[in-house]
């Protein structure tokens, strides 16, 4: 017989909660943590296969890029290339619900299985404190939502536990997520930013950011 599936330790959030969760990362583990919108699962850059075990705890096709949640814009700068128009709307709306895809900087050293193969990355500063704190501690964060591809959202660590409970290392349980509208997506790595997905932004306000600083765009009217 097999040895017994181990569950995550589930631990409520907060400062204690959040140092626990940073040696977990450093050591390679999967952590589940809540988010301004659903509860995530992450693990640490440079974990060695980590992203293969990211994947491989949501049955998430390898082709698949994830988003790196930051602390800062500072961050940010260290692995992409931050256009005018990406520095406008990251410096008006973070944080929040905007996910900026970015050109990664020639010598960011990001791994293919990050960003499906593509020169380009997804970059989000959550409205959460918990995220922010990892990435603070940890450096620019994987993340991926907390289920397994093709189930629903996990809204709280009961859920993350019922789905990923034998998968994961530890769950930070910050109460329900809010949940409600996904981020917004902006190419930001042309010469005129685009939208990829709306979203929490509405594509008017981003659009009147960038007129407003005269800025060319292909989110709607001008």
Known sequence: MGEPAVTARRIPDGPGARAEAVVVLRAGGLVALPTDTVYGIAVALD????????FAA???????AIVL?????????GIAEV??????????????????????????GLPAALTGGLATIGVRLPDHPAPRALA???????????????????????????QLGDRIRLVLDGGPARGGIPS?????????????RAGAVPAARLA????????QHDLGPR
């Open 47 to 54: 974990a060695r296969d980590g992203l293969a075990r990211l």
């Open 58 to 64: 949501k049955d998430r096709p390898l082709d698949r």
């Open 69 to 77: 949640l930051v602390d800062d814009l500072a961050q940010v700068a």
């Open 83 to 108: 256009s005018p128009p990406a520095r406008l709307l990251a410096e008006a709306l973070w944080p929040g619900g905007l996910t900026l895809v970015l050109r990664q900087r020639p010598d960011s």
């Open 136 to 162: 603070r501690e940890v450096g620019p964060l994987p993340t991926t939502s907390a289920n397994r591809s093709g189930a629903p959202d996990a809204r709280d660590a009961a859920g993350v536990l019922a």
């Open 184 to 196: 917004s997506v902006v190419d930001c790595s042309g010469d005129r930013p685009r939208l990829l």
């Open 208 to 215: 009147a950011l960038l007129d407003g600083a005269g800025l």
